[in-house]
Nanobody
Framework: QVQLVESGGGLVQAGGSLRLSCAAS????????MGWFRQAPGKEREFVAG?????????YYADSVKGRFTISRDNAKNTVYLQMNSLKPEDTAVYYC???????????????????WGQGTQVTVSS
């Protein structure tokens, strides 16, 4: 059982930056593909970014965040990060970290492809 704990959310003005962190309890963290999802009020949860297992050489982003957000991982710290720059009010949401051990090179964009979820961290971008 992998436990995921997100941190780093908060309130920021439009154009600002935040870095989210997701710490995993699993010693074999490097085996897992990691993803970030978000859910805005009244909307379904949506894929934001994902990173392949092991070295994290493969990353994938939703079009809405491409060029502004960067996902990375530090296997020595069992942590995945989401650097968010040029934030917009429409980025306001609860951000969730997710993990899957099904295929180390496949970055799923569907919630159903991930086995483990964190509790979420709130990001609010003011205009």
């Amino acid at each position: 059982q992998v436990q995921l704990v997100e941190s780093g959310g908060g309130l920021v003005q439009a154009g600002g930056s935040l870095r989210l962190s997701c710490a995993a309890s699993e010693r074999t963290f490097s085996f897992y593909v990691m993803g970030w999802f978000r859910q805005a009020p009244g909307k379904e949860r949506e894929f934001v970014a994902g990173i392949s297992a092991w070295s994290g050489s493969i990353t994938y982003y939703a079009d809405s965040v491409k060029g502004r957000f960067t996902i990375s991982r530090d296997n020595a710290k069992n942590t995945v990060y989401l650097q968010m720059n040029s934030l917009k009010p429409e980025d306001t949401a609860v951000y969730y970290c997710a993990a899957t051990g099904r295929d180390p090179s496949r970055i799923g964009v569907s919630e159903s492809e991930y086995n483990y979820w964190g509790q979420g961290t709130q990001v609010t971008v003011s205009s």
